[in-house]
């Protein structure tokens, strides 16, 4: 153990040329380079020199009291201090305002305090921006203390790992902070202001909080965000959270978290409607919530992380103006909350919504500018923009107009009855109730619409195709089709929550996607289903609370470009008619078990099929002809799939097959021109016998 102090000018921290070390101030070197035992100086007579870190620098300590000179610190280089003994007067780092202190990585030219002593030790950055900063690396905690500011360059994180940080009341600006463990840990943050201003990510990261003790004092934790940003507060209790809203970019709060007071304030941001902040958990404000949009069409979203989770607010007051509210409900001794412009997204409790009015496009603009509505049809411009829960109109007095859906939040019914003009989509949209278009308008742009609408809801196309993807999130709502839907062969249609009824209608998209847990009812109806596009063409892979009501209507997979195509099931699913393209080199896969009607495979075609069984109710249609061959095979060489039909005659030709098992109780005829390529099982590879009639089921 020693005290060391360099003398070496210009060099690098583990330099074993020369004499860098001394064990006095300016006296002779040829000390050892330090340990973790040593406590390092860097004085006013180690010179204005450049000491360059080198990997595997260690100390106990490092103090530049009179330190003139530069440390630098390459990136993949981290100074470790600390031992089981407190520094050299309770000092783990101290730099000054005469040094320099360079960064080549703000994430990996970091610093760790490794010791174990339950002595308190100071820190102080003496005004440098430093990179990722960890305390509580070593084996156990130690203790350490602010004296100082302390900022970090906005991309690192201030980590505590074990042991105790007490911020002391200091001002401190990081890129991020984590304590997301279930070491033994305590952060005291006093007085402080901490301010995080990383890009995206994890801004403030308690989410485990075992074995932490956390005490807030009269802190205030403000993100400054540049990009998505994440609270995740682990449920513990804060003081105040100052939240600076980029509009435009996602923000989530987890935990079911306490704060004296909670400020949510619109910034800056590209976008006119944000869904979000999203919510995971509950929260409970005792003194004042406060959450402002930028202006009433620059709006804040605060939502439930999870459609149709409510997630409630407890506040005993509230300054609100320009919020949209989705699956909140609002407690405590403000409830019902109020405020100015708050909008009804649906799912909400507790809150007093502004009076839902009806606004009419007049002119030609951006959905967020107030010269594009008025109060009445063919009236004067200038009404405010539409909540959440207002019905709009675009009719004939509005003449050909283009409006533009630059917000997030439309409204709640949109009914374009008349209207001559063009709707364009800037952004994702989502609608809270129906929607009608007009057989005279156009439409178009290259955003998702949502329908989120809970209750009963309509959607009427008169001939127009959506010129986007299309997704239903509609807990405890109903979309019911008036006529037939489309949507390009490149987009995608989800039913994520609530009940969609085709009403017999015909259904045309790119894919199709219900592969999740949410409930909900799709009823196909007895139309035409037409998928259109390439990859995961169907999923209801994950089939857990869907109702699906699919056995009366047709399938139709109708790309035959050389892209492969997967028709996922969800387990045990039943589906009427399914018709397959020829031509094209793409395969197309069904990899999970299911029920059809009948099953039809046009020529030249290869169709293979997971290792499951595939129950035929209807007709199998499996007829190639001389150089048009239907190949079905295993998507797991070697291993056999399962074509079942309970009984009947099935009658095919010109099939190429491997790893097939027919059975059920029906007869399976390959027909006389088929190859019977390996491990093959159940066919007979003749023509029927007199009596069988092709590709019809006998009796």
């Keep these: 153990m020693a005290d060391l102090y360099w003398v070496g000018g210009t060099s690098t921290w583990n330099s074993t040329a020369g004499t860098k070390w ?10 050892a380079i330090p340990t973790s035992a040593d406590n390092v100086f860097f004085d006013a007579n180690s010179g204005a020199n450049t000491i360059t870190l080198s990997t595997s620098s260690v100390a106990r300590s490092v103090n530049c009291t009179g330190f003139t000179g530069t440390l630098s610190h390459p990136s993949s280089v981290d100074l470790l201090l600390g031992d089981g003994t407190a520094g050299s007067g309770n000092v783990a780092l101290k730099f000054v305002a005469g040094m320099t202190y360079t960064l080549s990585s703000s994430t990996t030219s970091t610093i760790s305090f490794a010791s174990t002593s339950a002595t308190v030790q100071t820190v102080d950055f003496g005004g440098k921006t430093c990179g990722t900063v960890t305390f509580g690396t070593g084996a156990s905690g130690g203790s350490w203390q602010l004296t100082a500011a302390m900022t970090s360059n906005a991309g690192s994180t201030i980590g505590l790992s074990r042991g105790t940080l007490d911020t002391n009341g200091q001002t401190c600006s990081w890129g991020f902070f984590s304590s997301n463990n279930t070491n033994t840990r305590a952060l005291t943050l006093g007085a402080s202001g901490v301010t995080l201003t990383g890009t995206s990510g994890t801004h403030w990261n308690t989410a485990t909080t075992t074995g932490l003790t956390f005490t807030p004092g009269t802190s205030t934790i403000t993100l400054s965000y540049t990009s998505t940003c994440t609270f995740a507060g682990g449920g513990l209790t804060y003081n105040n ?20 007071n909670l400020t949510i304030t619109g910034t800056s941001g590209t976008t006119t409607n944000q869904q979000g902040p999203t919510l995971s958990g509950n929260i409970t404000v005792t003194t004042l919530f406060t959450v402002n949009g930028l202006a009433q069409n620059v709006r804040v979203g605060m939502v439930s992380n999870t459609p149709g989770t409510t997630r409630t ?21 403000a409830a019902p909350f109020t405020g100015a412009s708050l909008g009804d997204a649906g799912g909400n409790s507790g809150i007093t919504f502004t009076a ?51 917000m997030s939040y439309l409204g709640k019914d949109i009914d374009c009855t008349g209207f001559t003009g063009t709707l364009d989509g800037a952004t994702a949209r989502n609608v809270f109730g129906s929607l009608l278009f007009s057989s005279g308008m156009t439409v178009s742009g290259t955003s998702t619409i949502n329908f989120r609408g809970r209750g009963t809801h309509t959607l009427t196309s008169n001939g127009k195709s959506h010129p986007a993807a299309v997704s239903v999130t509609a807990p405890g709502g109903t979309y019911t089709l008036q006529d037939n839907f489309s949507i390009p062969s490149t987009s995608a249609f989800g039913i994520s929550n609530g009940v969609f009824d085709a009403n017999n209608f015909n259904v045309t998209c790119g894919t199709f996607n219900s592969s999740n847990t949410n409930t909900r009812t799709i009823s196909m109806g007895t139309g035409t289903w037409t998928l259109s596009g390439t990859g995961t063409i169907w999923s209801t892979a994950t089939s857990t609370n869907l109702t699906l009501n699919g056995s ?10 050389a892209s492969a195509k997967t028709f996922t099931a969800g387990a045990g699913k039943t589906f009427g008619a399914i018709t397959i393209a020829s031509g094209g080199a793409g395969t197309v896969d069904f990899t999970n078990s299911a029920t059809y009607g009948n099953f039809t495979i046009n020529a030249p075609k290869t169709v293979r099929f997971g290792v499951t069984t595939q129950t035929i109710t209807g007709i199998p249609m499996f007829v190639g ?25 099935v009658s ?14 029906a007869v399976w005829y390959a027909g006389a021109n088929s190859a019977n390529v390996s491990n093959n099982s159940g066919w007979i590879f003749t023509a029927p016998s007199s009596g069988g009639t092709l590709n019809m089921m006998g009796v």
Excluded: C, E
């Excluded at 959270?241 to 004296?260: E, Q, S």
């Design 313 to 333: 607010i407890t506040a005993a007051s509230v300054s609100l103006s320009n919020v949209d509210f989705m699956d909140i409900a609002g407690a405590g001794a």
């Design 625 to 649: 002809s001389a150089g048009n061959i239907i190949t079905l095979q295993s998507t797991v060489g070697g291993s056999q799939f399962n074509l079942s039909k309970v009984s009947g005659i």
């Design 356 to 406: 839902a009015v009806s606004r009419y496009a007049v002119a030609t603009g951006n959905w967020s500018s107030t010269a594009v509505w008025s109060a009445s049809s063919g009236g004067a411009s200038g009404a405010t923009v539409p909540l959440p829960h207002d019905n709009v109109f675009l009719n004939a007095a509005s003449g050909a107009i283009t409006v533009t859906t630059n």
């Design 241 to 260: 959270l100052v939240i600076n809203y980029l509009m435009g970019v996602g923000l989530t709060i987890t935990g079911d978290n306490i704060f004296a």
């Design 552 to 561: 009366n209507a047709t399938i139709s997979i109708t790309d035959n470009s």
């Design 652 to 665: 095919a030709d010109y099939l190429s097959l491997t790893d097939s098992n027919a059975t059920g109780g």
């Design 22 to 31: 001394a064990t006095s101030s300016g006296g002779a070197g040829g000390a």
